[in-house]
């Protein structure tokens, strides 16, 4: 008995899934024997990723106390999990982000107008105005992510086991944060997942706070990560403030789903610096002392300080990168505020393929309120 | 007597019940040091600690699960789902068990649960945060299923859903949680399950609502006042299934007419058996046709929500063509 | 032509269409080397594989959740549910995603997936292997909604199904699955979706029906002509959502007298719809009310279940209310 | 990092999950290390619930046939699980068995005569024909198990959770098959039981099929025990063929439980003989000779040859027992099948604690209707 036990244990490679994978000390010193090789401009390219996501996070942020936008999840803190998962997709790889991925969409290709033309839901709102803090595009093979925590998890396994099916070499990677490990949509993902090896990447945003529930109030496992052990899907921790780590494991495991070889289960370790939502007040459930700790660990600074030392950047062209995007997303958001309103009929679209009776019904009833409404000069309160 | 809003009554319904009886106790994500989203369960944690006051993961199919477990034990959980939007992992649990284990164990167990939730539109909230799926609660038999408009009948109808011995299901419009205010009583009072409210009094035409449809149907019964002379009997049913029956009947003999308005999609949205009711018991009653006012038959949108919503314009509309038939 | 049973006729449209298709794939639990428990899926894994003939585990919320990311892909996947009454953990997959991804993409995706499940009682099922859950599906916009009555009609509409590009809910009443056969043509060919079929024509009254209830509308429509020579109509509207308005109002046009028999539970079950809907529309072509013959609101008990279930007493006493009134 | 994770590791004591804790031998020969000290009484109880579990079976199997029971759900090969486990519990305890736990039923308490009953759905029926293939009794602590699998899996942990809550001294024991560790509920359940610590034991009858799927392609995990490990849960696989292997364990955790140290997870390993239920046809997939495999595993001779072996049982009292039980057993059936239907309008009863108005108004159409079947001659086809 102890003997299988024990081979069955070195299988399960635990040391991955209770460990800490990082590269970079909090002072931004890399351990160089894990440092990935990267050119000069590939760093500069990621850290300006961060630097775009960080503004405009604060434009959104902005954005909603002037009303523009319904509602927006704070990236602040995360950034370098995002990024540097999804850094490490292909071309022809697809993505399934969740609510709190600004970055990863602007790694894949969507620009800021996108974004912010969708936080507006304004004419130009590619998903036309069907819901809030939830981007997408099919171009940029980025799937809308569903609000209901967790849902797009299984969607993910699908869509990669399909293309397994088919014979197409894509990989398929989803974030999604700890909360969302207490779902269902996380079991039958995972477990399909370990089953039939699709080439899927999964990406456990742990930022230690579901809304008001710490990590340690969701579960009872030790790490999130040792949870691939239930579904037989090789799992590993990584620091999630550390850009590079991320990247680094995240690249292997690209590396091997794309290979065939089927999926990874990562928890990146970071923190919420920010509110859960604009509608969420952080006060009522954790202290500004803990808040104030992990501000020491911004991936952002870290980073920076990381490039500092290998000498890619310095505090003249940073200030340069800043003011750059500082002032180009400006204008972005200029040119957002200035677009006209989704037409009313809009919330008839894409329903179904075609429109059925009931709604060309109901679309007439729609018009004819819009009649009377003008006519009795009645306002939408 | 104390004025409060929505919130503030739903909040004392609870305290007041945790006073009277140990077995009453809160859970759902969020709901102890946060005090829930819209602080319905502000607080209750520091007078009665995290064994009475539970913050669960975030998972609504657990939330309800464990909830029959413990209801079935003898406690009174009162389960909050964050929004009726994310009830749905728990629909086999409310499908399979809360409504059938009564039946399924041959009266021996039963399952006096409470899951509430806020509901509806009007608050931008989007696709799945502006949902009303009462239709879902109301076809499955075994569930109460009722959507208080008012702060008075919510903190009585609360009080009566935790002490009657069935499961109910119990929707809060979300939109109205902080607008009406009114005087609610300090001290214990109840309002009955299954009873509608007579909002307003008319000899024309009935209008059959509920949630925060009610305060929209007053402005369009207002408006027909106001254009036509007409006088609307509105009704608030309270409790959506069982539905108050003889009110509807009893007004409909008055006035002959009968709309409907509830925000629900209107394909089989709770309109759909109100009328299918009087037309299979009553249709010797009607002048016209029996007209629903309701959310189109598309998921709730993020933009022009209040066009989606039943709104004045369109009671009026509906309103006129029962009048004019 | 051959005669087949519905299983029959149902393995042969999965067969013709996975030949047709190779984005066509089946998933559910023991639909492989098991052929599904009522072998509808019959020996396709040894035609296709176990790529295309997916056995999953036993978790319904996986298999929707999965078949939408199939699906969103661009396969076209066929998931079989066991027994209906096993949906629910896959609801929040259903409302959430299946009927919504379309819209909530601004129409970027769409979700071309069929979920077909035995549904329906008869067969001494107990609670849990006998529901007609049509209700739940049909209320949620978004998705399409069919039950077919007869062997031809079942090839013809899961092959419509599959090819449509919107979710597709496919009930398969295991009662007559293998009690009625009938020619049905070894080629391809199509029932059009939302369009109902005229069972028998008549002037008295008409009864809008599907699944099995068409066959016991059938004899209680014999048993009304036999005893006072009335003359039914039977409309069998085959999709439930959107169902066939024209075919129902037209019939009504010509017998002013409406019955509609359903086996869900009567409280919103679909003849709520129906029915409101010629309340609102054209009640003037009523001479008496609307009677709808539906399950009790009850669960669908083990014992007494022809009792339950509407039967031929209970239909011919609707006929004999609207005929009498 | 290797530090901590090995410390974490070893927490997680992966050897009892991932191992086969058993006491006897294929031959039921006893580990004398292992053994349990049970008196000769006890030890022979054991043995009579086997045998009466066992002829039950093979009746209800029977009176399936027969017409007389909708469906039944065949024992055969599991009984040293049920009875195992079951007796573990002590008076006060409560059981959430499945639909497949006839020997369980038995040790609480419930007669051979409420159970035909039962499966008859005629009028002495406890759970008035409201469905079939399940069992329960609240005098004896039963709840009866819900169809859809797993779903009483979260109600065991909330019921155990309400008693931690109102401070009764209880152990909750629930049952449930390989295949209900995909659902929902088997993820809900165990997590909260993590976090909350109630006293509830879980036992997965590990039957090695769910239905036609064998259990590695329910999941890629190396064993089923090794799940706990992704809810904090301790856990164990056991020998489920081995009664006092799977007692003994049973018995560790209740103790555990009532003790207040929480929850187990127990994987008892075992292998159903029979069809999955009278409506199953398992030569569609699996072999003969599969089966005929583990026929030579069959608990219960291989409890015989221990009691032999320990001298608690000759030939002529095994046959003495089974005869005994036999014909008791036969007696109870002739009397259960003697019994009237349960009445017609039980079907409206037990919806709500009161009959609201629309079931009251659907009862009075119910009671015309069999008027007019009567007046008209029609008979329920
Ligand atoms: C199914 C569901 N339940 C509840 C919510 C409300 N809600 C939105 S985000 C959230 C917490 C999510 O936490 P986590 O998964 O850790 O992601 P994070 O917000 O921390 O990025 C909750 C409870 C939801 N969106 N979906
Ligand atoms: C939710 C649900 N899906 C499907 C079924 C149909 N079904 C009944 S038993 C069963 C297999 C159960 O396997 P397992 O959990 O291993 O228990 P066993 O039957 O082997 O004792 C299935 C699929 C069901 N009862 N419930
Ligand atoms: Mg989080
Ligand atoms: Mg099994």
């Given amino acids: 008995m102890n003997l299988i036990s024990q081979a069955l244990a070195k299988d399960l490679n635990l040391d991955k899934a209770l460990g800490i994978f990082r590269v970079l000390d909090d002072q931004g010193v890399p351990d160089e024997s894990l440092e990935p090789k990267l050119s000069k401009d590939f760093l500069l390219k990621i850290y300006e990723y961060m630097v775009r996501t960080r503004i405009l996070d604060e434009w959104l942020l902005k954005l909603q106390r002037m009303g523009k936008v319904a509602i927006h999840a704070p990236n602040k803190g995360q950034e370098a999990t995002m990024i540097g998962a999804a850094l490490a997709l292909r071309e022809q790889d697809w993505m399934f982000p969740s609510y709190r991925e600004l970055g990863a969409l602007l790694v894949r290709g969507m620009s800021e107008e996108e974004i912010i033309d969708r936080a507006m839901a304004n004419a130009d709102d590619p998903l036309k105005g069907s819901d809030f803090a939830i981007y997408g595009s099919r171009d940029k093979k980025i799937v809308p992510a569903p609000v209901p925590v967790g849902n797009q998890i299984p969607h993910a396994v699908g869509f990669a086991l399909a293309a397994k099916i088919m014979g197409d070499n894509i990989v398929v990677l989803t974030f999604f944060g700890d909360g969302a490990t207490s779902r269902g949509d996380f079991h039958f993902g995972l477990n399909f997942a370990g089953l039939f090896k699709p080439p899927v990447v999964f990406v456990i945003q742990n930022n230690q706070w579901a809304i008001s529930l710490p990590v340690r109030k969701q579960t009872a496992a030790p790490t999130l990560a040792v949870k691939g052990v239930a579904y037989g899907v090789p799992s590993i921790r990584v620091d999630g403030n550390d850009v590079l780590a991320v990247y680094s494991i995240a690249k292997e495991a690209v590396d091997k789903a794309s290979s065939g070889e089927g999926p990874t289960l990562i928890e990146s370790l970071t923190y919420r610096l920010g509110p859960h939502t604009t509608a969420d007040d952080p006060r009522r459930y954790r202290s500004d002392e803990e808040v104030k700790r992990y501000e020491a660990k911004d991936p952002i600074p870290r980073f920076r300080r990381y490039l500092m030392y290998r000498g890619v950047l310095n505090e003249d062209l940073d200030r340069e990168i800043w003011g750059r995007w500082r002032d180009y997303i400006e204008t972005v958001v200029r040119r957002c505020l200035s677009k006209p309103e989704l037409p009313e009929e809009v919330i008839f679209e894409d329903v179904y393929s075609e429109m059925p009776w009931n709604l060309r019904e109901q679309l007439e009833e729609f018009r004819e309120s819009l009649r009377v409404m003008k006519s009795l000069g009645l306002r939408v309160e | ?325």
């Fill in chain 2, 1 to 325: 007597m104390p004025t409060m809003n929505m919130v503030q009554a739903l909040n004392q319904a609870l305290r007041e019940e945790m006073r009277r009886d140990p077995r009453v106790i809160v859970l759902g994500e969020d709901v102890g040091y946060r005090g829930g989203v819209f602080l319905v369960t502000e607080k209750l944690i520091d007078e009665f600690g995290e064994l009475r006051v539970i913050d669960t993961p975030l998972t609504e199919g657990g939330i309800v699960g464990i909830a029959v477990g413990m209801a079935m034990y003898g406690l009174r959980p009162v389960a909050e789902i964050q929004f009726i939007d994310f009830v749905y992992e728990a629909f086999d649990q409310i499908v399979s068990n809360v409504a059938k284990i009564r039946y399924r164990s041959g009266g021996q167990f039963s399952v006096p649960l409470v899951i509430r939730s806020p509901c509806c539109g009007g608050v931008r909230g989007g696709m799945h945060h502006s949902q009303s799926p009462e239709s879902y609660f109301i076809h499955t038999a075994g569930l109460i299923t009722i959507m208080p408009s008012t702060p008075y009948d919510a903190k009585g109808l609360l009080k009566a859903s935790i002490r009657v011995d069935d499961p109910v299901i119990f929707l809060e419009p979300k939109s109205i949680y902080r607008t009406i205010r009114e005087e609610v009583p300090e001290e214990d009072y109840i309002v009955p399950i299954g009873k509608a409210r007579l909002v307003k009094e008319g000899s024309d035409v009935t209008i059959v609502t509920y949630g925060a449809m009610v305060y929209k149907s007053i402005e369009a019964s207002k408006l027909a006042a106001e254009k036509h002379g007409w006088d609307v009997e509105i009704i608030d049913l309270r409790t959506l299934m069982p539905f108050d029956r003889e009110a509807v009947l009893k007004s409909i003999e008055k006035t002959g007419r009968l709309v409907i308005v509830h925000e629900a999609p209107k394909t089989l949205g709770l309109g759909a058996e109100i009328s299918a009711y009087v037309a299979e018991n009553a249709i010797e009653l009607l002048r016209g046709p029996v007209v629903r006012v309701a959310g189109y038959d598309t998921p709730f949108p993020l933009v022009h929500e209040k066009l989606y919503m039943p709104n004045v314009a369109r009671i009026y509309m509906a309103i006129k063509k029962v009048m004019e038939y």
